[in-house]
């Protein structure tokens, strides 16, 4: 299986940038179209740039039909897609089945989300016993992505904000912006952390890789080999180094949810303790910025 690297293609449109500051502008802009961002600018600066001066000519971007009707639900429907859990069924709370079901056909037709399917196994009767009640309406999801980090970030911050940014109170929206940022780029830090591990692994070895959810719980990366390996990781994108508490944990939702590793996998924005540095554990494998820039260079190219 093979994925390409999107961190390695964007880097071309800022070089200059250090490794955590262009896996930022990656969550921000990756996918647009003519990209021109300012070197003399930070971050919120070029948002500006890009997404307030150029509202109009974007907006026609990521406008998906004529029908103007359609469009507003489907606005709806990629909104609640960006600041939710991104279950496909989530949506249905607040829209129609079929409308849904319109939308989404129109969304994968055109590339701009993708599935992930769920590895859970679905819950079956044992014997003549039956489902326990509480566990019978219960359905195993899919998750959605966005095909672009540029399409998240549009219906998660700017769509919503169109009134106050034709009202020129960009300050506001840059200020919910600035709030929201860091889980805005904790996804694109765990999906990127796929794309690393899948690196450091022996090609076609990998029958499948992403993040894991059930009923039991999440856990962001799980990746099954074919010489029945499986992966367990955690991806943190904060200022505090990875101590010892996050492994334990990890370990635990790991055991609940039965997934039986044989390695653990963390990759961190900020570094490791002193604790997980100096520990003699095989079985765990360690990634930061440093691993994320060499990915960025396209020296671990899968």
Same mark, same amino acid.
């Given at each position: 299986?093979?994925?390409?690297? &999107? ?25 647009? #179209? ?5 070197? #003399?600018? !930070?971050?919120?600066?070029? +948002? ?23 469009? *507003? #639900? ?10 939710? #859990?991104? $279950? ?83 300050? *506001?929206?840059?200020?919910? +912006? ?24 022996? *090609?076609?070895?990998?029958? /499948? ?25 955690? /991806? ?7 101590? *010892? ?12 949810? !039965?997934? &039986? ?18 520990? $003699? ?17 396209? $020296?671990?190219?899968?």
């Amino acid at each position: 299986m093979s994925m390409q690297n &999107n961190l390695f293609i964007f880097s071309k449109h800022c070089p200059y940038l250090p490794i955590e500051k262009l896996i930022e502008y990656y969550s921000v802009f990756e996918g647009l #179209d003519d990209l021109s961002l300012d070197p #003399d600018l !930070d971050l919120f600066e070029n +948002i500006k740039s890009v997404y307030f001066d150029k509202f109009d000519i974007l907006k026609e971007k990521f406008t998906y039909t004529s029908n103007s009707r359609l469009q *507003k #639900d489907m606005g709806y429907v990629l909104t609640k897609l960006s600041r939710g #859990d991104r $279950k496909r069924f989530s949506i249905y709370k607040h829209i129609s089945r079929n409308k849904g079901n319109q939308i989404y056909k129109i969304l994968f037709d055109k590339n701009i989300i993708k599935e992930e399917i769920s590895r859970e196994k679905p819950i079956k009767r044992q014997g003549k016993r039956k489902i326990k009640k509480e566990l019978r309406r219960y359905r195993v999801e899919n998750k959605i992505h966005f095909t672009t980090q540029s399409c998240r970030f549009w219906f998660n911050f700017i769509s919503p904000n169109e009134f106050l940014i034709r009202s020129r109170k960009y300050d *506001k929206v840059l200020g919910e +912006i600035r709030l929201h940022l860091k889980e805005h780029v904790s996804l694109s830090f765990e999906l990127l952390s796929s794309l690393l591990i899948r690196s450091h692994l022996p *090609k076609n070895s990998i029958l /499948s890789i992403g993040s894991y959810w059930s009923k039991k719980g999440e856990i962001d990366l799980l990746v099954k080999t074919k010489n029945k390996q499986n992966i367990v990781g955690e /991806s943190k994108w904060k200022n505090t180094k990875i101590c *010892k508490n996050v492994l334990n944990s990890i370990k635990r939702k790991a055991q609940i949810a !039965d997934l &039986n590793p044989s390695h653990y996998a963390l990759f961190s924005k900020s570094g490791f303790s002193k604790e997980i540095l100096n520990s $003699k554990d095989e079985t765990l494998m360690l990634f930061d910025l440093k691993d994320f820039e060499r990915l960025a260079k396209g $020296k671990n190219d899968a």
